[in-house]
Protein backbone atom coordinates (compact mmCIF):
# COMPACT_ATOMS: atom_id res chain seq x y z
CA UNK A 1 0.00 0.00 0.00
CA UNK A 2 1.62 3.46 -0.75
CA UNK A 3 1.96 5.93 1.70
CA UNK A 4 -0.80 8.11 2.11
CA UNK A 5 0.21 10.48 5.00
CA UNK A 6 2.12 13.59 3.45
CA UNK A 7 2.89 17.50 5.74
CA UNK A 8 0.48 20.42 4.73
CA UNK A 9 2.21 23.02 2.71
CA UNK A 10 2.56 26.15 4.72
CA UNK A 11 -0.09 28.04 2.86
CA UNK A 12 -2.70 25.87 3.52
CA UNK A 13 -1.76 24.90 7.01
CA UNK A 14 -1.86 28.64 7.66
CA UNK A 15 -4.75 29.14 6.45
CA UNK A 16 -6.20 26.34 8.59
CA UNK A 17 -4.74 27.85 11.72
CA UNK A 18 -6.53 31.53 10.57
CA UNK A 19 -9.69 29.96 11.13
CA UNK A 20 -9.17 29.61 14.85
CA UNK A 21 -7.39 32.95 15.27
CA UNK A 22 -8.66 35.04 12.52
CA UNK A 23 -12.40 35.20 12.99
CA UNK A 24 -13.42 38.46 11.60
CA UNK A 25 -11.55 42.22 11.10
CA UNK A 26 -12.33 42.94 14.84
CA UNK A 27 -9.73 40.03 15.31
CA UNK A 28 -6.88 41.44 13.02
CA UNK A 29 -7.46 44.19 15.37
CA UNK A 30 -6.39 43.13 18.18
CA UNK A 31 -3.57 41.40 17.31
CA UNK A 32 -1.93 44.27 15.71
CA UNK A 33 -2.93 46.45 18.43
CA UNK A 34 -1.54 44.14 21.14
CA UNK A 35 1.98 43.76 19.10
CA UNK A 36 2.23 47.35 18.50
CA UNK A 37 2.13 47.28 22.72
CA UNK A 38 4.31 44.64 23.32
CA UNK A 39 6.57 47.00 20.80
CA UNK A 40 6.90 49.58 23.02
CA UNK A 41 4.83 51.73 21.67
CA UNK A 42 3.60 55.46 23.28
CA UNK A 43 1.82 55.91 20.08
CA UNK A 44 -1.11 53.95 18.33
CA UNK A 45 -3.19 54.84 15.57
CA UNK A 46 -5.87 52.45 14.15
CA UNK A 47 -7.24 53.14 10.96
CA UNK A 48 -10.21 51.33 9.35
CA UNK A 49 -12.28 51.20 5.88
CA UNK A 50 -15.70 49.46 5.34
CA UNK A 51 -15.56 48.22 8.79
CA UNK A 52 -12.03 46.41 8.47
CA UNK A 53 -12.86 44.52 5.12
CA UNK A 54 -11.14 46.80 2.83
CA UNK A 55 -8.61 48.04 5.32
CA UNK A 56 -7.26 47.63 8.49
CA UNK A 57 -4.33 49.59 9.09
CA UNK A 58 -2.04 50.06 12.82
CA UNK A 59 0.75 52.88 13.13
CA UNK A 60 2.64 52.78 15.72
CA UNK A 61 6.55 54.26 17.03
CA UNK A 62 7.52 50.94 18.98
CA UNK A 63 10.56 49.31 18.28
CA UNK A 64 10.56 48.55 14.91
CA UNK A 65 11.72 45.49 13.14
CA UNK A 66 15.14 44.69 11.10
CA UNK A 67 14.96 43.04 7.91
CA UNK A 68 15.36 40.04 9.03
CA UNK A 69 12.48 40.29 11.81
CA UNK A 70 10.43 42.01 9.25
CA UNK A 71 10.53 38.39 7.31
CA UNK A 72 10.89 35.89 10.33
CA UNK A 73 7.36 37.62 12.00
CA UNK A 74 5.17 35.95 9.47
CA UNK A 75 6.35 32.51 9.80
CA UNK A 76 4.30 30.53 12.21
CA UNK A 77 5.42 29.80 15.58
CA UNK A 78 8.09 32.68 14.99
CA UNK A 79 8.24 35.13 18.46
CA UNK A 80 10.79 37.30 20.16
CA UNK A 81 8.04 36.82 23.61
CA UNK A 82 9.51 33.65 24.42
CA UNK A 83 12.25 31.62 24.26
CA UNK A 84 11.71 28.01 26.12
CA UNK A 85 8.67 26.17 27.89
CA UNK A 86 9.35 27.60 31.42
CA UNK A 87 8.67 31.09 29.87
CA UNK A 88 4.78 30.17 29.37
CA UNK A 89 4.66 30.51 32.89
CA UNK A 90 5.80 33.84 33.37
CA UNK A 91 4.00 35.58 30.42
CA UNK A 92 4.24 39.49 30.88
CA UNK A 93 3.41 40.22 27.20
CA UNK A 94 0.04 40.48 25.11
CA UNK A 95 1.15 38.05 22.39
CA UNK A 96 3.20 34.71 22.70
CA UNK A 97 2.20 32.20 20.31
CA UNK A 98 3.58 33.30 17.41
CA UNK A 99 0.95 32.71 14.68
CA UNK A 100 -0.93 35.98 14.78
CA UNK A 101 0.89 37.45 11.65
CA UNK A 102 1.46 34.22 9.86
CA UNK A 103 -2.46 33.30 9.95
CA UNK A 104 -3.58 36.73 8.77
CA UNK A 105 -0.91 37.27 5.53
CA UNK A 106 -2.44 33.49 4.59
CA UNK A 107 -6.20 35.17 4.44
CA UNK A 108 -4.95 39.02 3.48
CA UNK A 109 -3.02 40.99 1.31
CA UNK A 110 -0.77 42.40 3.55
CA UNK A 111 2.20 45.45 3.52
CA UNK A 112 4.68 46.14 6.31
CA UNK A 113 6.56 49.45 6.68
CA UNK A 114 8.90 48.99 9.88
CA UNK A 115 12.32 50.45 10.95
CA UNK A 116 14.37 50.26 14.52
CA UNK A 117 15.09 53.98 15.91
CA UNK A 118 19.14 53.59 15.30
CA UNK A 119 18.45 52.73 11.35
CA UNK A 120 18.07 55.59 8.98
CA UNK A 121 16.17 52.90 6.28
CA UNK A 122 13.50 51.04 7.10
CA UNK A 123 12.07 47.92 5.26
CA UNK A 124 8.43 47.24 2.76
CA UNK A 125 7.53 43.89 2.43
CA UNK A 126 4.72 42.45 1.04
CA UNK A 127 2.55 39.35 1.54
CA UNK A 128 -0.47 38.03 -0.47
CA UNK A 129 -1.65 34.62 0.71
CA UNK A 130 1.17 33.37 2.60
CA UNK A 131 3.82 34.08 -0.68
CA UNK A 132 5.83 37.44 -0.31
CA UNK A 133 5.93 39.19 -2.95
CA UNK A 134 7.80 42.64 -2.31
CA UNK A 135 10.70 42.78 -0.06
CA UNK A 136 13.09 46.04 -0.37
CA UNK A 137 14.34 48.76 1.48
CA UNK A 138 12.31 52.49 2.14
CA UNK A 139 12.52 55.22 3.51
CA UNK A 140 9.89 55.76 6.77
CA UNK A 141 9.50 56.76 10.04
CA UNK A 142 10.62 55.15 12.74
CA UNK A 143 7.95 52.15 14.27
CA UNK A 144 6.13 49.87 12.17
CA UNK A 145 3.12 50.54 10.22
CA UNK A 146 1.20 46.94 9.06
CA UNK A 147 -2.23 47.64 6.07
CA UNK A 148 -3.86 44.11 5.96
CA UNK A 149 -6.29 44.91 2.86
CA UNK A 150 -9.08 42.80 1.30
CA UNK A 151 -9.42 40.19 4.28
CA UNK A 152 -10.89 36.91 3.05
CA UNK A 153 -10.15 37.92 -0.51
CA UNK A 154 -9.08 34.62 -0.99
CA UNK A 155 -11.34 32.76 1.06
CA UNK A 156 -14.69 33.98 -0.38
CA UNK A 157 -16.76 31.57 2.12
CA UNK A 158 -15.31 33.01 4.60
CA UNK A 159 -15.51 36.68 3.87
CA UNK A 160 -19.81 36.10 2.74
CA UNK A 161 -20.09 34.95 6.39
CA UNK A 162 -19.05 38.47 8.11
CA UNK A 163 -21.71 40.69 8.67
CA UNK A 164 -23.13 43.93 7.92
CA UNK A 165 -20.71 47.12 8.21
CA UNK A 166 -22.48 47.77 11.34
CA UNK A 167 -22.24 44.99 12.79
CA UNK A 168 -18.65 44.60 12.53
CA UNK A 169 -17.53 48.14 13.28
CA UNK A 170 -18.93 47.20 16.73
CA UNK A 171 -16.69 44.50 16.67
CA UNK A 172 -13.86 46.99 16.00
CA UNK A 173 -14.46 49.40 18.23
CA UNK A 174 -15.02 46.54 21.28
CA UNK A 175 -11.49 45.71 20.63
CA UNK A 176 -10.12 48.92 20.29
CA UNK A 177 -11.53 49.96 23.41
CA UNK A 178 -10.37 46.80 25.65
CA UNK A 179 -7.07 47.97 24.64
CA UNK A 180 -7.19 51.37 25.32
CA UNK A 181 -8.85 50.75 29.00
CA UNK A 182 -5.54 48.42 29.69
CA UNK A 183 -3.23 51.09 28.92
CA UNK A 184 -4.31 54.11 29.72
CA UNK A 185 -1.14 55.70 29.79
CA UNK A 186 -0.32 55.50 25.72
CA UNK A 187 -2.33 57.39 22.98
CA UNK A 188 -4.72 56.06 20.74
CA UNK A 189 -6.72 57.12 17.61
CA UNK A 190 -9.35 55.11 15.92
CA UNK A 191 -9.97 56.30 12.17
CA UNK A 192 -13.16 54.94 10.32
CA UNK A 193 -13.50 55.97 6.51
CA UNK A 194 -11.63 59.19 7.11
CA UNK A 195 -13.76 60.36 10.25
CA UNK A 196 -11.96 60.15 13.94
CA UNK A 197 -13.98 58.24 16.19
CA UNK A 198 -11.47 58.08 19.29
CA UNK A 199 -8.71 60.48 20.32
CA UNK A 200 -7.47 59.65 23.29
CA UNK A 201 -4.79 61.10 25.16
CA UNK A 202 -2.47 59.92 28.12
CA UNK A 203 -3.74 59.80 31.39
CA UNK A 204 -5.23 58.43 34.30
CA UNK A 205 -7.81 55.26 34.43
CA UNK A 206 -10.40 57.35 35.47
CA UNK A 207 -9.80 59.95 32.63
CA UNK A 208 -9.60 56.80 30.31
CA UNK A 209 -12.70 55.35 31.14
CA UNK A 210 -14.71 58.66 30.43
CA UNK A 211 -12.79 59.99 27.15
CA UNK A 212 -14.25 55.84 26.27
CA UNK A 213 -17.44 56.19 27.61
CA UNK A 214 -18.38 59.76 27.19
CA UNK A 215 -18.52 62.40 29.90
CA UNK A 216 -21.48 61.50 31.58
CA UNK A 217 -19.84 58.27 33.24
CA UNK A 218 -17.44 59.92 35.28
CA UNK A 219 -20.42 60.62 38.05
CA UNK A 220 -21.71 56.70 37.87
CA UNK A 221 -17.97 55.44 38.68
CA UNK A 222 -17.16 53.98 42.38
CA UNK A 223 -13.55 52.98 42.83
CA UNK A 224 -12.56 49.74 43.82
CA UNK A 225 -8.81 49.03 45.44
CA UNK A 226 -7.97 46.17 46.91
CA UNK A 227 -4.15 45.01 48.06
CA UNK A 228 -3.41 41.37 49.21
CA UNK A 229 -0.21 38.94 49.46
CA UNK A 230 -2.15 36.73 46.88
CA UNK A 231 -3.32 39.53 44.14
CA UNK A 232 -4.00 43.19 44.01
CA UNK A 233 -7.51 44.56 42.55
CA UNK A 234 -8.02 47.68 41.10
CA UNK A 235 -10.80 49.73 38.49
CA UNK A 236 -14.27 50.72 39.08
CA UNK A 237 -17.58 49.62 39.11
CA UNK A 238 -20.84 51.66 38.38
CA UNK A 239 -23.45 52.93 40.56
CA UNK A 240 -26.44 50.29 41.00
CA UNK A 241 -28.73 53.10 39.84
CA UNK A 242 -27.11 53.34 36.22
CA UNK A 243 -26.87 49.61 35.55
CA UNK A 244 -28.48 49.04 31.92
CA UNK A 245 -31.07 45.91 30.19
CA UNK A 246 -28.06 45.45 28.06
CA UNK A 247 -24.71 44.23 28.74
CA UNK A 248 -21.62 45.90 27.38
CA UNK A 249 -19.59 47.82 29.59
CA UNK A 250 -18.23 44.84 31.76
CA UNK A 251 -14.63 44.26 32.03
CA UNK A 252 -11.89 41.83 33.04
CA UNK A 253 -8.33 42.57 32.81
CA UNK A 254 -5.86 40.58 34.54
CA UNK A 255 -2.27 41.35 34.43
CA UNK A 256 -3.68 44.21 31.52
CA UNK A 257 -4.83 41.70 29.28
CA UNK A 258 -8.53 41.50 28.83
CA UNK A 259 -10.26 38.22 29.91
CA UNK A 260 -13.50 37.00 29.79
CA UNK A 261 -15.03 34.81 32.92
CA UNK A 262 -18.62 33.79 33.79
CA UNK A 263 -17.68 32.73 36.86
CA UNK A 264 -16.05 36.23 38.12
CA UNK A 265 -19.06 38.24 36.47
CA UNK A 266 -21.28 36.03 38.61
CA UNK A 267 -18.64 37.76 42.04
CA UNK A 268 -20.02 40.94 40.54
CA UNK A 269 -23.15 40.28 40.64
CA UNK A 270 -23.41 38.48 44.12
CA UNK A 271 -21.77 41.73 45.29
CA UNK A 272 -25.07 43.88 44.03
CA UNK A 273 -27.54 41.06 45.47
CA UNK A 274 -30.63 43.26 46.86
CA UNK A 275 -29.11 46.54 44.73
CA UNK A 276 -29.97 45.75 41.04
CA UNK A 277 -33.56 44.77 39.46
CA UNK A 278 -34.11 41.62 37.98
CA UNK A 279 -32.32 41.76 34.34
CA UNK A 280 -30.17 44.54 35.08
CA UNK A 281 -26.16 44.71 34.15
CA UNK A 282 -23.75 47.17 36.31
CA UNK A 283 -20.87 48.98 34.45
CA UNK A 284 -17.56 47.20 35.78
CA UNK A 285 -13.69 47.72 35.04
CA UNK A 286 -11.97 45.74 36.62
CA UNK A 287 -7.99 44.86 36.96
CA UNK A 288 -6.53 41.81 38.63
CA UNK A 289 -2.75 41.91 39.01
CA UNK A 290 -1.61 38.65 40.03
CA UNK A 291 1.87 36.51 39.36
CA UNK A 292 2.16 34.71 36.09
CA UNK A 293 2.95 31.96 37.72
CA UNK A 294 -0.71 31.02 39.16
CA UNK A 295 -2.42 31.74 36.31
CA UNK A 296 -2.58 29.89 33.04
CA UNK A 297 -3.55 31.78 29.87
CA UNK A 298 -2.56 29.55 26.90
CA UNK A 299 -5.71 28.01 26.73
CA UNK A 300 -7.81 28.99 23.48
CA UNK A 301 -5.79 31.00 20.42
CA UNK A 302 -7.38 34.27 21.31
CA UNK A 303 -5.59 34.22 25.17
CA UNK A 304 -8.98 35.39 26.42
CA UNK A 305 -9.54 32.77 28.66
CA UNK A 306 -7.33 32.00 31.40
CA UNK A 307 -7.31 29.82 34.28
CA UNK A 308 -6.61 30.36 37.65
CA UNK A 309 -4.59 27.90 40.26
CA UNK A 310 -7.62 29.27 43.11
CA UNK A 311 -10.58 30.33 40.96
CA UNK A 312 -12.27 30.53 44.52
CA UNK A 313 -9.94 32.77 46.18
CA UNK A 314 -10.24 35.21 43.81
CA UNK A 315 -14.32 34.53 43.46
CA UNK A 316 -14.21 36.18 46.83
CA UNK A 317 -11.82 38.92 47.43
CA UNK A 318 -13.28 40.24 44.36
CA UNK A 319 -16.79 39.60 45.64
CA UNK A 320 -15.72 41.27 48.98
CA UNK A 321 -14.13 44.01 47.42
CA UNK A 322 -16.68 45.21 45.06
CA UNK A 323 -19.15 45.37 48.72
CA UNK A 324 -16.70 47.38 50.67
CA UNK A 325 -16.60 49.80 47.47
CA UNK A 326 -20.17 50.29 47.43
CA UNK A 327 -20.40 50.15 51.74
CA UNK A 328 -17.89 52.80 51.76
CA UNK A 329 -19.98 55.28 49.12
CA UNK A 330 -22.84 54.18 50.98
CA UNK A 331 -24.62 52.74 48.14
CA UNK A 332 -25.51 49.64 50.17
CA UNK A 333 -28.34 49.06 52.11
CA UNK A 334 -28.25 50.39 55.77
CA UNK A 335 -27.50 47.52 58.58
CA UNK A 336 -28.65 49.80 61.43
CA UNK A 337 -31.11 47.43 62.93
CA UNK A 338 -33.18 50.35 64.68
CA UNK A 339 -33.55 51.93 61.80
CA UNK A 340 -33.97 49.12 59.12
CA UNK A 341 -37.69 48.28 58.92
CA UNK A 342 -37.19 44.93 57.21
CA UNK A 343 -35.43 43.50 60.42
CA UNK A 344 -37.34 46.08 63.05
CA UNK A 345 -39.72 44.07 65.13
CA UNK A 346 -43.79 43.90 64.15
CA UNK A 347 -46.14 45.77 65.69
CA UNK A 348 -47.65 42.98 67.59
CA UNK A 349 -50.11 43.86 71.04
CA UNK A 350 -49.05 42.86 74.21
CA UNK A 351 -51.92 40.78 73.99
CA UNK A 352 -51.53 38.85 70.79
CA UNK A 353 -51.36 34.78 71.21
CA UNK A 354 -49.57 33.35 68.20
CA UNK A 355 -51.79 30.07 69.19
CA UNK A 356 -54.91 32.44 68.41
CA UNK A 357 -56.52 32.77 65.05
CA UNK A 358 -56.15 36.40 63.75
CA UNK A 359 -59.48 38.39 63.74
CA UNK A 360 -57.59 41.79 63.20
CA UNK A 361 -58.68 43.38 59.42
CA UNK A 362 -55.70 44.34 57.36
CA UNK A 363 -55.95 48.20 56.09
CA UNK A 364 -57.76 48.56 52.76
CA UNK A 365 -55.26 47.94 49.94
CA UNK A 366 -52.83 45.39 51.96
CA UNK A 367 -51.24 42.63 50.21
CA UNK A 368 -52.96 39.08 50.86
CA UNK A 369 -50.38 37.25 49.59
CA UNK A 370 -46.96 36.12 50.39
CA UNK A 371 -46.14 39.32 48.75
CA UNK A 372 -46.28 41.16 51.94
CA UNK A 373 -42.83 40.88 53.55
CA UNK A 374 -42.79 40.40 56.99
CA UNK A 375 -46.82 39.47 57.32
CA UNK A 376 -46.13 35.81 58.27
CA UNK A 377 -42.79 36.29 59.98
CA UNK A 378 -43.73 36.88 63.59
CA UNK A 379 -41.70 37.85 66.42
CA UNK A 380 -41.38 34.36 68.74
CA UNK A 381 -42.67 31.96 65.95
CA UNK A 382 -40.57 29.07 65.83
CA UNK A 383 -39.81 26.89 63.15
CA UNK A 384 -40.05 24.03 65.08
CA UNK A 385 -43.71 23.81 65.26
CA UNK A 386 -45.88 21.68 62.88
CA UNK A 387 -45.80 22.69 59.16
CA UNK A 388 -49.28 22.43 59.40
CA UNK A 389 -49.94 25.05 61.57
CA UNK A 390 -47.79 27.78 60.14
CA UNK A 391 -49.41 26.68 56.79
CA UNK A 392 -53.11 27.04 58.28
CA UNK A 393 -51.57 30.88 59.45
CA UNK A 394 -51.02 31.88 56.14
CA UNK A 395 -54.83 32.36 55.24
CA UNK A 396 -56.18 33.42 58.61
CA UNK A 397 -58.19 36.34 58.77
CA UNK A 398 -58.62 36.52 54.85
CA UNK A 399 -61.96 36.61 55.38
CA UNK A 400 -61.89 40.34 57.32
CA UNK A 401 -59.50 41.23 54.07
CA UNK A 402 -61.46 44.34 52.68
CA UNK A 403 -59.64 44.20 48.74
CA UNK A 404 -59.15 48.00 46.77
CA UNK A 405 -61.44 49.09 44.55
CA UNK A 406 -58.93 47.72 41.66
CA UNK A 407 -58.46 44.59 43.19
CA UNK A 408 -62.22 44.36 43.42
CA UNK A 409 -61.95 44.87 39.53
CA UNK A 410 -59.17 42.26 39.09
CA UNK A 411 -61.27 39.35 41.33
CA UNK A 412 -64.76 40.35 39.53
CA UNK A 413 -64.30 37.98 36.98
CA UNK A 414 -63.54 35.41 39.38
CA UNK A 415 -66.66 35.70 41.04
CA UNK A 416 -68.82 36.22 38.71
CA UNK A 417 -67.82 33.04 36.63
CA UNK A 418 -68.10 31.28 40.12
CA UNK A 419 -71.61 32.06 40.76
CA UNK A 420 -72.72 31.93 36.89
CA UNK A 421 -75.77 30.43 36.56
CA UNK A 422 -77.68 28.50 33.52
CA UNK A 423 -79.54 32.07 32.93
CA UNK A 424 -76.99 34.14 32.45
CA UNK A 425 -75.33 31.46 29.60
CA UNK A 426 -75.90 32.35 25.91
CA UNK A 427 -76.34 29.61 23.89
CA UNK A 428 -72.98 28.26 23.81
CA UNK A 429 -73.05 27.82 27.26
CA UNK A 430 -70.08 30.55 27.35
CA UNK A 431 -71.30 33.67 29.56
CA UNK A 432 -70.23 36.69 28.93
CA UNK A 433 -69.04 37.23 32.40
CA UNK A 434 -66.39 34.19 31.62
CA UNK A 435 -64.89 36.54 28.40
CA UNK A 436 -62.81 38.89 31.05
CA UNK A 437 -59.30 38.93 31.22
CA UNK A 438 -57.51 38.69 34.09
CA UNK A 439 -53.97 38.39 34.99
CA UNK A 440 -51.44 35.97 36.24
CA UNK A 441 -48.31 37.08 38.19
CA UNK A 442 -48.45 40.49 36.19
CA UNK A 443 -46.66 38.59 33.65
CA UNK A 444 -48.93 36.96 31.77
CA UNK A 445 -52.59 36.79 30.26
CA UNK A 446 -55.36 34.88 30.94
CA UNK A 447 -58.18 35.04 28.24
CA UNK A 448 -60.92 32.55 28.37
CA UNK A 449 -62.26 30.84 25.40
CA UNK A 450 -64.78 28.17 24.55
CA UNK A 451 -62.47 25.68 24.33
CA UNK A 452 -60.30 26.30 27.17
CA UNK A 453 -57.98 29.78 27.48
CA UNK A 454 -55.09 31.45 26.16
CA UNK A 455 -51.99 32.34 28.12
CA UNK A 456 -50.47 35.66 26.89
CA UNK A 457 -47.35 36.79 27.23
CA UNK A 458 -47.91 40.24 27.92
CA UNK A 459 -44.06 41.95 27.29
CA UNK A 460 -43.66 39.33 24.06
CA UNK A 461 -47.67 40.34 22.50
CA UNK A 462 -46.94 43.47 23.04
CA UNK A 463 -43.44 44.20 21.15
CA UNK A 464 -45.08 42.39 18.54
CA UNK A 465 -48.12 45.05 18.48
CA UNK A 466 -45.10 47.95 18.77
CA UNK A 467 -43.23 46.30 16.48
CA UNK A 468 -45.65 46.12 13.48
CA UNK A 469 -46.77 49.58 14.60
CA UNK A 470 -43.29 51.36 13.96
CA UNK A 471 -42.71 49.43 10.62
CA UNK A 472 -46.01 50.98 9.38
CA UNK A 473 -44.93 54.21 10.70
CA UNK A 474 -41.61 54.33 8.75
CA UNK A 475 -42.93 53.03 6.10
CA UNK A 476 -45.69 55.63 5.70
CA UNK A 477 -43.83 58.40 8.09
CA UNK A 478 -47.15 58.67 9.80
CA UNK A 479 -45.46 59.10 13.36
CA UNK A 480 -46.67 61.63 15.78
CA UNK A 481 -43.84 63.60 17.89
CA UNK A 482 -44.99 65.73 21.48
CA UNK A 483 -42.45 68.87 21.13
CA UNK A 484 -41.12 69.03 24.55
CA UNK A 485 -41.63 72.64 25.97
CA UNK A 486 -37.44 72.95 27.13
CA UNK A 487 -35.76 70.85 24.89
CA UNK A 488 -32.89 68.14 26.30
CA UNK A 489 -29.64 68.05 25.94
CA UNK A 490 -28.15 64.35 25.38
CA UNK A 491 -24.69 63.51 26.01
CA UNK A 492 -23.63 60.37 24.83
CA UNK A 493 -20.30 58.34 24.44
CA UNK A 494 -17.94 58.53 21.34
CA UNK A 495 -19.36 55.23 20.30
CA UNK A 496 -22.99 55.69 20.33
CA UNK A 497 -22.63 59.37 18.92
CA UNK A 498 -21.71 57.61 15.45
CA UNK A 499 -24.33 55.17 15.83
CA UNK A 500 -26.96 57.52 15.97
CA UNK A 501 -25.88 59.87 13.58
CA UNK A 502 -25.72 56.87 11.18
CA UNK A 503 -29.57 56.57 12.38
CA UNK A 504 -30.59 59.68 13.01
CA UNK A 505 -33.01 60.03 10.03
CA UNK A 506 -34.92 56.59 10.59
CA UNK A 507 -35.27 57.49 14.33
CA UNK A 508 -36.93 60.79 13.76
CA UNK A 509 -39.04 58.80 11.57
CA UNK A 510 -40.19 56.77 14.38
CA UNK A 511 -42.01 60.36 16.34
CA UNK A 512 -38.84 61.67 17.99
CA UNK A 513 -36.78 65.02 17.11
CA UNK A 514 -33.50 64.80 17.70
CA UNK A 515 -31.05 67.22 16.02
CA UNK A 516 -27.35 66.91 16.22
CA UNK A 517 -25.71 69.69 18.55
CA UNK A 518 -21.71 69.05 17.73
CA UNK A 519 -19.31 67.03 19.29
CA UNK A 520 -20.88 64.17 21.37
CA UNK A 521 -23.92 66.25 21.87
CA UNK A 522 -27.58 66.63 20.41
CA UNK A 523 -30.92 68.16 21.40
CA UNK A 524 -34.23 66.39 22.06
CA UNK A 525 -36.86 68.65 20.40
CA UNK A 526 -40.13 66.09 21.04
CA UNK A 527 -40.01 62.24 21.40
CA UNK A 528 -43.05 59.83 20.08
CA UNK A 529 -46.63 60.58 21.35
CA UNK A 530 -46.66 57.43 22.99
CA UNK A 531 -43.94 57.54 25.22
CA UNK A 532 -44.48 61.30 26.18
CA UNK A 533 -44.77 60.23 29.79
CA UNK A 534 -41.00 58.99 30.07
CA UNK A 535 -39.22 62.17 31.43
CA UNK A 536 -36.00 61.02 31.04
CA UNK A 537 -35.16 61.15 27.14
CA UNK A 538 -31.44 60.66 28.15
CA UNK A 539 -32.03 56.98 29.83
CA UNK A 540 -34.83 56.07 26.94
CA UNK A 541 -32.32 56.99 23.97
CA UNK A 542 -29.71 54.88 25.35
CA UNK A 543 -32.03 51.95 25.59
CA UNK A 544 -32.93 52.25 22.10
CA UNK A 545 -29.23 51.98 20.97
CA UNK A 546 -28.10 49.18 23.39
CA UNK A 547 -31.20 47.36 22.13
CA UNK A 548 -30.13 48.51 18.06
CA UNK A 549 -26.38 47.37 18.57
CA UNK A 550 -27.20 43.50 19.94
CA UNK A 551 -29.31 42.86 16.87
CA UNK A 552 -26.88 44.39 14.78
CA UNK A 553 -25.29 40.36 14.22
CA UNK A 554 -28.61 39.68 12.89
CA UNK A 555 -28.19 40.88 9.01
CA UNK A 556 -31.50 43.11 9.68
CA UNK A 557 -31.87 46.14 7.14
CA UNK A 558 -31.64 49.48 9.91
CA UNK A 559 -35.63 50.29 9.67
CA UNK A 560 -36.34 46.51 10.93
CA UNK A 561 -33.61 47.16 13.42
CA UNK A 562 -34.78 50.20 14.68
CA UNK A 563 -38.52 48.84 14.71
CA UNK A 564 -37.14 45.85 16.62
CA UNK A 565 -35.46 48.15 19.02
CA UNK A 566 -37.86 50.57 19.98
CA UNK A 567 -40.47 47.99 20.47
CA UNK A 568 -38.00 46.19 23.08
CA UNK A 569 -37.80 49.13 24.81
CA UNK A 570 -40.78 50.94 24.67
CA UNK A 571 -43.27 47.37 25.17
CA UNK A 572 -45.32 46.39 28.70
CA UNK A 573 -42.57 44.70 30.98
CA UNK A 574 -43.05 42.08 33.31
CA UNK A 575 -44.42 42.59 36.34
CA UNK A 576 -46.10 45.45 35.30
CA UNK A 577 -49.96 45.78 36.79
CA UNK A 578 -52.63 46.13 33.92
CA UNK A 579 -56.49 46.69 34.10
CA UNK A 580 -59.06 44.99 32.53
CA UNK A 581 -59.53 46.62 30.15
CA UNK A 582 -55.44 47.69 29.55
CA UNK A 583 -55.67 43.60 28.71
CA UNK A 584 -58.72 43.57 26.70
CA UNK A 585 -57.27 46.08 24.18
CA UNK A 586 -53.61 44.56 23.87
CA UNK A 587 -55.52 41.22 23.20
CA UNK A 588 -57.74 42.85 20.57
CA UNK A 589 -54.29 44.22 18.87
CA UNK A 590 -52.53 41.45 18.74
CA UNK A 591 -54.82 39.28 17.46
CA UNK A 592 -55.31 42.44 14.71
CA UNK A 593 -51.51 42.09 13.89
CA UNK A 594 -50.39 40.47 10.61
CA UNK A 595 -48.00 38.05 12.73
CA UNK A 596 -49.73 37.69 15.91
CA UNK A 597 -48.04 34.25 17.35
CA UNK A 598 -44.93 35.40 17.43
CA UNK A 599 -42.83 38.56 19.26
CA UNK A 600 -40.25 39.97 17.25
CA UNK A 601 -37.24 37.26 18.83
CA UNK A 602 -39.53 34.68 18.37
CA UNK A 603 -40.99 34.33 21.38
CA UNK A 604 -44.75 32.62 21.57
CA UNK A 605 -46.77 35.87 22.23
CA UNK A 606 -49.65 32.96 23.48
CA UNK A 607 -50.08 29.27 23.65
CA UNK A 608 -53.65 27.68 23.91
CA UNK A 609 -54.61 25.46 26.76
CA UNK A 610 -57.92 22.98 25.96
CA UNK A 611 -59.69 22.13 28.66
CA UNK A 612 -59.53 18.62 27.07
CA UNK A 613 -55.59 18.82 28.38
CA UNK A 614 -56.52 20.07 31.59
CA UNK A 615 -59.11 17.38 32.13
CA UNK A 616 -56.28 14.67 30.80
CA UNK A 617 -53.78 16.67 33.87
CA UNK A 618 -56.40 15.76 36.57
CA UNK A 619 -56.05 12.43 35.55
CA UNK A 620 -59.34 12.48 33.64
Known sequence: ??????????????????????????????????????????????????????????????????????RMSFERHATSKIRGAEDLFAIKTMGFRGEAMASIAAVAQVEMRTRPHDQ???????????????????????????????????????????????????????????????????????HHNNNQIFHLSPGNLRQRVVAVFGQGTNKKLVPVEEDTDVLKLHGFVGKPEFSKKTRG?????????????????????????DLLPKDQYPLYIIFIDIDPGRIDINVHPTKQEIKFDDERLVYNYLKVSIRHALGQFSITPSMDFDQETAFSKPNIPHSFNPETPRTETRPSGASAGLGNSGSSWRSGDSFDKPRTQDWQKLYEGLDQFTPSEDEQMQQEPLTLQSKATSEDKDDSGFNNQQRAPYQLHATYIISPIKSGFLLIDQQAAHERILYEKYLRMMENRSSLTQKALFPHTLQLSTLDTELLREILEQINHLGFDIQEFGG?????????????????????????LSQYKSNLDLRLDVGENLARSMARSAATKRGQGLS??????????????DVPYKSPAGRHCFITIELDELDKRFGG
Open 1 to 70: MADIIQLLPDAIANQIAAGEVIQRPASVVKELLENAVDAGATEIKLIIKEAGKSLIQVIDNGCGMSETDA
Open 520 to 544: NTFVVHGVPADAAGQSDEQNMVETL
Open 120 to 190: ELGNRLVIEASEVKTQEACQCVAGTSLAVKNLFYNVPARRNFLKSNAAEMRHVVEEFQRIALANPELFFSL
Open 249 to 273: EQYFFVNDRFIKSGYLNHAVMTAYE
Open 580 to 593: VSEMESLIDQLFAC
